[in-house]
């Protein structure tokens, strides 16, 4: 009795720990004192301020562009490396899935200074284009993970069955490999822009004057105190990150078509 106790004691702490800040800003942005320390009454208005202002829509905007395109390419390119790796052998093989491992775990801001240094170093003008080329770096080996794992779960004859009975490359990946690892390539791209909509510290280094994105936004904002206005932004990203979560998990569990 006493063991069941302080186990969940100790969960009921831990999550306490874990969530308790995020109840607080979400909390806060509802609460119509700017101060936040204590509660002056329910209310919506800094969801309407931060609505109404034009210069955290547009980042915003351009947050949501930026990740959608860098989600696509990544899961477009990741997908492929992942058949090509999953389907054929050759030297050095191994050496190349360790070093998907060595780029996902890297510190951003390794990956940050030295992306820097290849777009100072080929002349790429820091904007759009080199903030896009970035995101779509660090997203790339999480799409092949993902879906290099879900190649690994299924039978091989099933491929070279359909190879048997006269299917091109072309239609064998279209027709059958494409429809078994779909729920991991969804899934690695929810998680491919979940991850371009959060990154402040890559972004910083890599992005110029000219295009602002919502996080480095945030990050200027917040440097004065924290606004109400931010608290609801907040709440608003993390509802959308639990979204994607939740369906990112939910494609993962599905099982395979064939």
Known sequence: MIGRIGKWGFISLLFIYLYLPIVVLVVNSFN?????????????????AMWNNSGLMDAAMNSLLVATVAATAATVIGTLAAVALHRYRFRGKGALNGMLFVVMASPDIV???????????IGVQLGF?????????????????????????FDPFLIEAARDLGASQWRTFIKIIVPMAFPAVAAGWLLSFTL?????????FVTGPSFEILPLKVFSMVKVGVKPSVNALAAVMLLLSLIMVAISQFLLKQKPSA
């Open 129 to 153: 284009w080199s903030l896009l080329i970035a995101h779509i770096t660090f997203c790339l080996p999480f799409v092949v993970v993902s879906v290099y794992s879900r190649l690994s779960g």
């Open 32 to 48: 119509s004192t700017k101060s936040g320390i204590r509660w002056g009454e329910f209310t919506t208005k800094w969801y309407s």
């Open 111 to 121: 990956m940050a200074v030295s992306l820097l240094a290849l777009f100072v170093t």
């Open 196 to 204: 371009s909509l959060d990154d402040v510290i890559i972004s910083s």
